[in-house]
């Protein structure tokens, strides 16, 4: 299959070695699970639990009427300590319940082997609906949502993100080779529920036993009248984001200010067409993950099946540790993630990672001033300016920035501040003139 380079993007090493030859591993159960109400995009849900409720595993405890929403589920069994504001490794804190754990693994659902060939594609977003599943690749938004578009948009193409191109991280790498059949079954299960005529599995082509072990679990198919393909990409950051796969799989664009599904294309994290898979088959709501724990502070860095509600702490531990002291803790991966101000923070939905950096490896860099080199226009994904906008915004120039400059098809990916000479933190001035042109209404 032909694949077309998008514009930009950068090549930073991937220290993906530390984890990628390590087989995932379950997590112990945390001692108190702090699951918080806001762990998806929109509203956050409400708790259905108070202090002193006794719960078990799989248990909603969180659910919303709002449109855009989801509902969360109890990762473990045990009593209700607090339903209160605690540290959140997105929002800096958000309210939470808190649950100990009683030392006794109840499930509150019924597990089964559903036959989903039986189902409407209304029956499946139901079920996925019902389990909470979210997309794991980051950005969290309900799935359920994402198989539901506008009546006047049709869904033709469907992509399955294992490209995973963020530094670090390699769950998905993980769970590609070691889950690859139960993958299948879920793209097969998000095929039936768009009614996408063409599936493709999109991997960078430094997964090569991923490439192998998807390719080995799609040739058991028997759907040769429509079968789902598989397209082995360049490796370059950020080739996993929707956009930038979108055109390097199909050539399309999706227009400035819209959606996938406006070009008749929607994406899903091979994580999340596993938790699909769980969610219709297996009737298990979205209560775990793997996360890749890793950095050169962890003594033995891996990836692990981790309940939601985890507190960082205790991940770390399962990980063997600190081996020394971080200077930067982040959630997710070191272009996109978020830096941590605690280790108090506990796994969300969207956690796909912790990484722990050493003051050697952070490596801290004073900013000085711009050059005018133009290396951030370049490097930029979305073709935007960067420097402009970062200019304007010491201006305060909000109005302008918005509406001259383009700033919302920023996707915050960091390559401008990576590939700055001047190591001008370009991407947090973007972050700043989002946050206030939300702030002021703009």
């Known amino acids: 299959m032909n694949t077309f ?22 997590a112990e159960p945390p001692q108190e699970a702090v699951i918080h109400l806001l762990q998806h995009t929109g509203a956050p849900a409400a708790p259905l639990v108070k202090v002193k409720d006794e719960v078990r ?105 294992g490209a995973e191109c963020e530094p670090f991280l390699t769950s998905d790498d993980r769970l590609m ?126 990836n692990f099946v981790v309940r939601i509600g985890t507190p960082f702490r205790q991940l770390v531990e399962t990980a063997g540790g600190l081996s020394k002291e971080p200077v930067k803790i982040i959630s997710g991966g070191p272009m996109m993630g978020i830096a941590q101000y605690t280790l108090e923070s506990a796994v969300v939905k969207g956690t796909s990672g912790i990484v722990l950096m050493s003051a050697e490896m952070a490596k801290v860099y004073e900013p000085s001033n711009c050059i005018r080199c133009g290396f951030c226009i370049s490097h930029c994904p979305q073709q935007l300016m960067p420097q402009m906008i970062m200019k304007l915004a010491t201006k305060e120039k909000w109005t302008e920035i918005k509406y001259q400059y383009n700033l919302m098809d920023c996707m915050e990916c960091g390559c401008c501040a990576y590939s700055c000479p001047a190591k001008i933190p370009l991407v947090q001035w973007i972050k700043l003139a989002k946050y206030k042109t939300r702030m002021l209404k703009i």
């Open 177 to 302: 080779r070691e889950r690859a059949e139960e993958v299948v079954e879920g793209i097969r299960i998000l095929k039936r529920a768009t009614g996408a005529t063409q599936v493709i599995v999109v991997i960078e082509d430094n997964k090569q036993l991923s490439i192998s072990s998807m390719t080995q679990a799609l040739r058991k198919l028997e759907d040769s009248l429509n079968p789902i393909s598989l397209c082995v990409i360049p490796t370059r950051y950020p080739q996993g984001s929707e956009k930038q796969m979108i055109y390097s799989v199909t050539g399309k664009e999706v227009p400035s200010g819209g959606l996938p599904v406006d070009i008749g294309v929607i994406v899903q994290n091979v994580g999340t067409a596993f938790a699909v898979f769980e969610a219709v088959v297996r009737n298990k709501p979205l209560y775990e993950r793997v996360v890749t724990v890793t950095g050169d502070c962890v003594e033995n860095p891996g």
């Open 5 to 26: 380079p998008f514009p930009g993007g950068v090549h930073p090493p991937d220290y993906k070695e530390p984890t990628s030859t390590e087989l995932i591993e379950v």
């Open 57 to 161: 595993t799989g248990q909603q405890i969180g659910h919303s009427d709002s449109f855009i929403t989801a509902s969360v589920h109890s990762s473990i069994t045990g009593t209700v300590v607090a339903v209160e504001p605690r540290p959140h490794p997105v929002y800096g804190e958000s309210k939470a319940v808190v649950v100990a754990n009683s030392g006794f693994d109840m499930i509150d659902y019924k597990p089964m082997n559903r036959n989903w060939q039986d189902l409407q594609p209304a029956d499946i977003i139901s079920y996925i609906r019902q389990a909470g599943v979210v997309g794991l690749g980051g950005a969290a938004f309900p799935t359920h949502l994402k198989l539901t578009p506008p009546p006047d948009k049709k869904i033709d193409v469907l992509l399955i993100n």
